[in-house]
């Protein structure tokens, strides 16, 4: 997901094919484990705490959507401004389409800059400084939370399903 972040088409198929894993992969092993019944109660309450999560719920149900319905509809914001180094210089809200990549959007940043003398005094880049378009993808059902971070508790939380699976095995728990 995150190496098409700014493009938005790769980045809503990725975070499909995430939500996907994020769903099926306790139902295989669920599934795995229907014969081996004290490993199916080693791992029953971690699999039943991801279940009874809210990010479950709702990236499950996100999923259903997908498939039978229609596309994610996510909301992208943004800022534009410069930075020196790798510090951000100063930055103002800029709105970043959802449609569009952030290089499309950089170039309406351009734009701006070229068009407005007071926007290019204020954000544009000088000969210390480089332009720069910040980009964050939200879910509408966990507002204002940048949807790498929902993503990345996802899967943690999936991640210690499987470590319990790993030590109901007799293995090391996963880190």
Known sequence: MEANYHQPEAFRYALNSFIRTFKEVPQLLTM???NHAELKKAIEPAVKALH??????????TRNFLVHRGMLELESRGSAGTTEGRKVKISFPFRVHPWESSDEAYIRYKEVC?????????????????PAIWRTWIIKDFPGRDLLDVAFEAWTRLGEVLSATVEARGGEPLD
């Open 114 to 130: 070229r068009t407005d003398k007071m926007m290019r005094g204020l954000i544009g880049p000088d000969c210390d400084s480089a």
């Open 52 to 61: 009874d999560g809210d990010l479950y719920k709702v990236l499950t149900t």
């Open 32 to 34: 795995n484990t229907q």
